[in-house]
């Protein structure tokens, strides 16, 4: 089985699109979507911040 390299910028790259989604979300109204996708964001930016202490 293969495993996915989770690196900078695969984190980055999920952040920028979750963002993009919460921006769409909150435009239409849906605040139990941004909600979510906001305890999501929180949760890869901590990754992120982890990965890039750890070097």
Do not use: C, P, T
């Not at 910028?9 to 605040?31: C, F, P, T, V």
């Amino acid at each position: 089985m293969f495993m996915k390299k989770i690196d900078e910028a695969y984190l980055s790259k999920k952040i920028n699109k979750l963002n993009k989604k919460i921006h769409r979300a909150s435009g239409q109204g849906d605040e139990n979507k941004v909600w979510w996708r906001k305890m999501k964001l929180d949760k890869l930016k901590l990754k992120l911040k982890k990965l890039v202490g750890s070097k």
